[in-house]
């Protein structure tokens, strides 16, 4: 037992260190990425800091602390976000937190968000700090051509929001002079009188370029701020929840041409969104806002009109059952591509391009249709968009790949594909085809042919599936503080019950050695001490301290209380007692180490201790 | 006064327990519909509907072998063998043990292996230890858990009762008994430790798109040396590098590098 306890020692401190290895290696897979949607702003320009957390098990995960954003030197949090989504990747469910900070740039230099800590499985997880160049704001000057609506207000620089509709009714011949000058073709008069004659400093607008849009087609929705004085500091704008929309931002236009209105000459700055309609009907966009500082000092804030927009709903589509309505709006075309000078081989892929391009939104454009079905086999490899963002609109494309593979060698007509989306200037659904062509098919393998019967066979010799199970949700045991608990439990009581069995065998086995251990132990410490007495000139102490070394040593090996020792006690104790070779041997040393007799009280003469050793010798061999 | 506070806290703590009971109870039910949903989708033959329930309800939190198992059929069904395989062996992780899953998984493995001439050259890898840890399916990790526990309670119930027995044969019996249990205990503990640290350093992918082995990241594809990988293929993640992947085969030793887009971690 003892060898077995001796073997197991070890093996058991690396069971320990086993389990300790295992908890961290079950700790769960977290994916933190950073981003900031502008590397380089200018000064008054906005922009987001995203913070997102993906873990496996969202109970474990904590915000223990997140970057000051207030305290970070010219830059101003505006808002804050928090979102938590779960979605599948690779077959495992994530949830992901997304902590996302709006932040304005308030001066020139840069910009360093400091570093958020997360912990999760007891594991604790710093970010990297983020960046951002901030810029002097530039007066970059633009003509536009554009058509100016209105829907505003106006601030003047007492920070007051005011509204003066009567006014503006007065003087629509200066309207027209200035819509001259800024060579821009009203659209909506109504709206443009509300601005006209105002003679405020600041003044807002909030603009869609389509109140009627159809479902799908864009809007350019445009907040335009319109200064007479330059304002200190940076604006900082808050934009409105866009519900029902799909939005994209798109480039923002600062420090346009000077436009002469409200009786004045005003600089507009616009931030442009495109928006998409998911639904139909009436939609009330809430007012934007704006904060600007004026030149006294005071902030004024700045609120647009509400926006209303119809949106309408698409006509039934009645088209080609087999090519059905892809859902996407705007004016859009379709190009194959096809490397013709590769040879195509039956059963063996080759790829397949179509591109989707056009405008509208681009990104939301679904896999077009190929007419030949009954010859080829289709695989999406790729889709990948490339979009093109101007001040009013989004264009661009998006490009599908495709593995496909012939079923049968021979000339095949290949149709390509079709696409269906509804022309908004058309106002009817358009069907977008790729040229058709022959292939020209070589006999493949037969093995290859053979292999692809095979995998469309295979799935109906699979296993049926299990259906009427009841699929549960719990936490794997291992995971478990429980399963840690009895693990931790078992390994040190074992320990325990394995040290106390080796400490006693050790002690059984050594029993002697560890009695004169214990006691050359007690010797030496009492020795030490009684020394320190005696440098000390504590005579006193140091008798009391030798005399209780010597019954200590006597009591503890031979059992026997010498508090009044003397030399016929000792004598006595030779004589009569142990006469155990080992003993007495022990003892001749013990009185030559312990040099005890120096210093005992008891006085004795150099003679008699040569005597008393010569007695102990005699004794000895007596014994032997 | 004090009674009507206990009151109080009795009634809102009951409140509170039926509604928590209720809520899990209530999300477990929409699971099971959902999975429910997908099998009825499933035998309607749409089956990229019943992948989408069967999804669904692994978002939601149930990360049962039946979900996987019957994901895996959905996406076979399909024509996505690189996807099945790799829900298959999801699912076996949790069932070592099911016949159906090692039936599929064979039967959709001898089909991604068929014609891979190259392969039948090449002499396999010898990584014994990775193969003894990865080749026990007898339990899942729960179950090893569960089975460490069981032995290395008998082996400190051995050492303990070895204390308070006097005779000799009963002794003996008791110490073998307990010597053997530490035994069982230790492998299982190597074998649940290694299947941790094989999965976390050498974790195991599926190849869900047919890609080819490139030498480097980024080295252009349409080599005529490059190696072909087939969906479905099973390869061991080696290094990671911005969007590309190195990856050993797991039968073989070839290695390259592929797009992380072609390919998806098993666990």
């Known amino acids: ?624 | 006064m004090m009674g009507n506070l206990r009151k109080s806290l009795l009634i809102f703590m009951r409140a509170l327990v039926i509604t928590l009971l209720f809520s899990g109870a209530a999300q477990a039910r929409d699971a099971q519909h959902i999975f429910d949903e997908g099998n009825k989708f499933f035998m309607t033959k749409r089956y990229d509907k019943a992948r989408a329930n069967y999804e669904k309800a692994l978002c939601m939190g149930y990360k049962d072998a039946s979900v996987y198992y019957n994901l895996a059929s959905a996406y076979s069904f399909l024509g996505k063998p690189g996807k099945a395989i790799a829900n298959l062996h999801r699912a076996q992780k949790l069932e070592p043990w099911s016949k159906d899953i090692r039936k599929n998984l064979k039967t959709l493995t001898v089909l991604v292996y068929k014609d891979m001439r190259g392969l039948q050259n090449i002499q396999p890898k010898p990584a014994l230890l990775k193969s003894v840890v990865r080749s026990f399916n007898l339990l899942n990790k729960d179950e090893t858990a569960i089975a460490i526990v069981a032995f290395y309670s008998l082996f400190f119930v051995c050492l303990l009762a070895r204390k308070f027995i006097s005779s000799r044969f009963v002794r003996i019996t008791v110490g073998v008994t307990g010597v053997s249990a530490c035994i069982v205990a230790m492998l299982l503990i190597f074998i649940f430790t290694g299947s941790f640290y094989f999965d976390h350093f050498y974790p195991q992918a599926v190849i869900t798109r047919a890609t080819q082995l490139r030498t480097a990241p980024g080295e252009p594809q349409n080599d005529e040396n490059s190696f072909n990988l087939k969906e479905g293929m099973v390869v061991e993640i080696t290094s990671a590098d911005d969007g590309w992947r190195k990856v050993a085969l797991e039968i073989g030793d070839k290695s390259g590098w592929v797009k992380a887009d072609t390919l998806e971690r098993i666990f």
Do not use: C
């Open chain 1, 1 to 624: 037992m003892r060898k077995t306890g001796r073997l197991l020692l070890p093996v058991l401190v690396a069971f320990a260190l086993l389990l300790d290895i295992a908890p961290v290696l079950a700790v769960d897979d977290i994916v933190i990425s950073i981003n900031s949607d502008k590397k380089l702003v200018y000064v008054g320009d906005e922009f987001t800091i995203t913070y997102s957390i993906s873990v496996t098990n969202p109970k474990k995960f904590s915000l223990k602390k997140s970057a000051d954003f207030n305290k970070i030197k010219g830059a101003e949090l505006i808002s804050t976000r928090e979102k938590t989504t779960s979605y599948l990747i690779g077959g495992i469910p994530y949830t992901t937190f997304i902590y996302r900070y709006t932040i304005r740039a308030s001066k020139a230099g840069a910009i360093k968000a400091g570093r958020s800590v997360f912990t999760y499985e007891s594991a604790t997880y710093k970010t990297s700090p983020v960046a951002v160049r901030v810029l002097p704001a530039a007066v970059s000057i633009k003509k536009r051509d554009k058509v100016v609506r209105s829907n505003a207000k106006e601030a003047k620089n007492t920070g007051k929001v005011e509204k003066k509709p009567a006014e503006v009714a007065k003087e629509p011949a200066k309207k027209r002079d200035i819509e001259k000058n800024m060579g821009r073709r009203p659209k909506k008069q109504g709206r443009m009188k509300e601005i006209m004659g105002l003679a405020g400093s600041f003044a807002v607008e909030s603009v869609a370029s389509n109140p009627s849009p159809y479902v799908g087609e864009g809007v350019v929705y445009q907040f335009r701020f319109y200064h007479k004085i330059e304002y200190v500091g940076a604006p900082a704008f808050s934009p409105p929840q866009f519900t029902g929309f799909y939005v994209e931002e798109l480039p923002q236009s600062r420090g346009l041409v000077e436009v002469e209105r409200f009786g004045g000459e005003f600089i507009i700055e616009e931030v442009n969104y495109i928006l998409f309609p998911l639904v139909a009907g009436n939609v009330t966009i809430p007012p934007a806002s704006l904060e600007v500082r004026d030149s006294a000092g005071k902030m004024n804030t700045l609120w647009s009109d509400p926006t209303d927009i119809v949106v309408r709903k698409l006509p039934e589509y009645k088209g080609n059952v087999a090519i059905p309505f892809s859902g996407s709006v705007g004016e859009l075309s379709i190009a194959l591509e096809l490397d013709t000078n590769k040879m195509i081989v039956e059963a063996e892929p080759f790829q397949v391009s179509l591109t989707v391009k056009g405008v509208g939104n681009i990104t939301g454009i679904s896999e077009p249709r190929f007419i030949s079905t009954d010859d080829f086999d289709y695989t999406l490899i790729e889709a990948k968009s490339s979009v093109d963002k101007e001040i009013d609109r989004i264009s661009g494309e998006k490009r599908f790949v495709y593995s496909v593979t012939a079923r049968r060698a021979g000339d095949i007509p290949f149709d390509g594909a079709a696409y269906v989306y509804f022309d908004t200037q058309k106002v009817e659904y358009v069907e977008a085809r790729t040229k058709a062509a022959v292939l020209n098919v070589k006999p493949g393998k037969n093995e290859a042919a053979k292999e692809r019967a095979a995998a469309s066979a295979i799935s109906a010799i699979l296993a049926p599936i299990r259906a009427g199970v009841i699929i549960s949700k719990r936490t794997p045991f291992y995971k478990t503080h429980y399963y840690t608990f009895i693990m931790l439990f078992l390994v040190f009581s074992s320990l325990l019950v394995v040290s106390v069995s080796l400490k006693r065998g050790y002690e059984e086995r050594n029993k002697d050695a560890l009695v004169k251990k214990r006691a050359v132990k007690t010797a030496l410490t009492g020795i030490r001490d009684a020394r320190a007495h005696l440098h000390n000139q504590k005579i006193e102490d140091f008798y009391i301290q030798m005399r209780y070394l010597l019954n200590q040593f006597f009591k503890e090996k031979f059992g026997i209380e010498l508090i009044a020792h003397s030399l016929d006690s000792l004598a006595e104790l030779i004589n009569v007692g142990k006469k155990d070779k080992k003993v007495i041997k022990e003892l001749i040393s013990n009185i030559k180490l312990l040099n005890y007799f120096r210093y005992s009280t008891v006085e004795v003469t150099e003679d008699e201790l040569k005597d008393y050793l010569t007695e102990l010798r005699r004794t000895l061999k007596e014994l032997k």
